[in-house]
């Protein structure tokens, strides 16, 4: 299902995100312009605003989904989405700095449809403007003098360190043969979820929401951020390259100890114990060997477990959205942005 067929109250999810980049984007371009030239160059290449050589491009960048979520989350608890921006803006950094970092570990050579920044730049280079993008997002959180700022930066450096605590963890379990679902559900629940719940608390805060919504919206935002990631990993094993912009089976071919993997491995049925015997060989799979590891992770039922768990998660957030006394409209908006992440294909 497409973001244009998901009507709201207010308006649709594509309206929503595009609102949301075209708004972030004011905030993000004077930021990453008063970073040193070649790190704003692969800055700029990795947010699609030019091709490796600095020219304008068309490439397209992120949903904007954090910001997004930031900027309503402001309005739900009837503060002014503007009052937001920095935060938006700060979220959407620490998010491109992790993708940057994300796609040198994984070798990952392609995203949004053209290849990567190492690819084109190289490993340290890319890893160096990953680490601008994270500082700058703590510059562009503190900036502006707000009241709030010191809390704020706690919370944004908290979500930080659980971020940066699951990715140490998904990495860890590249060599262990002994991961359990619960196991890798809390390394998502750091790795994404902690980003979003963060998202939407800090667009609370500086909307000037209550203690009660506050943590209310957090918590929608943790559960869609864990839920975020559960789809997130389908779509590595089955999403279309086409739509995607990934190689198909990426996170196979990786032998990434991904969510519907895990629970495909630990199922005790046949499908599953072939699976290992896929994944703990050590020459690299072929293109059939990814066909076959697919099927198997469906058989054993580590496909479905993975999308009940993701529809479990969503009702969850949306309980808590209802819990946090939102105004309509944005509520709405917020809610048409929770049921895309289980309903993406991209």
């Known amino acids: 299902m497409t973001t244009t067929e998901m009507r709201t109250d207010g308006r649709s999810a594509d309206e929503v995100l595009t609102w949301s980049r075209n708004m972030v984007e004011a905030t993000l371009r004077p930021a990453i312009d008063t970073l040193s ?9 990795h947010f699609g605003w030019w091709d490796e050589r600095g020219r304008p491009s068309t490439a397209g960048g992120g949903k904007a989904l954090r910001p997004a979520l930031a900027l309503l989350s402001a309005e739900a608890v009837g503060g002014a989405a503007a ?21 040198v570990m994984d070798g990952d050579r392609t995203r949004r449809h053209r290849p990567t920044a190492w690819a084109v730049f190289g490993i340290s280079p890319a890893i160096l403007a990953g680490d601008a993008l994270l500082t700058l997002a703590f510059g562009v959180l503190a900036t502006g003098g707000h009241a709030i700022t010191a809390e704020a930066t706690r919370v ?3 979500a930080v360190q659980e971020l940066l605590e699951g990715q140490s963890a998904d990495v ?25 719940g963060c998202a939407c608390g800090l667009g609370a805060l500086f909307g000037g929401g209550g203690p009660e919504q506050v943590e209310h919206l957090t918590a929608f935002g943790r559960d869609l951020g864990l839920a975020f990631q559960l789809v997130d990993d389908l779509l590595g094993i089955w999403g279309d390259p086409e739509v995607t ?20 491995l630990t199922s005790g049925t046949p499908a599953g114990h072939e699976l290992a015997g896929l994944y703990h060989r050590e020459r690299p799979l072929s293109d059939a060997d990814l066909v076959r590891a697919a099927e198997l992770v469906e058989t054993a039922g580590g496909r479905a477990w993975t ?9 969850r957030a949306l309980r808590h959205l209802g819990s946090a006394g939102a105004l309509p409209r944005p509520a709405a908006e917020l ?10 294909d991209r």
């Open 335 to 344: 809610a048409a942005l929770a049921r895309l992440v289980t309903r993406r």
């Open 172 to 196: 860890a379990f590249e060599g262990r043969h002994d991961v359990g679902p619960a196991e890798c559900l809390g390394m998502a629940a750091g790795k994404t979820g902690a980003l979003l």
């Open 307 to 315: 999308q009940r768990e993701a529809d479990e998660l969503l009702a």
């Open 37 to 45: 030239a070649p790190m704003r160059r692969i800055a700029g290449y």
């Open 83 to 103: 009052l937001a921006l920095r935060p938006a803006a700060a979220v959407e950094l620490v998010h491109d700095f992790s993708l940057l970092h994300d796609d």
């Open 245 to 264: 912009g990934k190689p198909a089976h990426s996170d196979l071919r990786s032998r990434k100890k991904s969510i519907p993997v895990v629970a495909a």
């Open 156 to 158: 944004f450096g908290t």
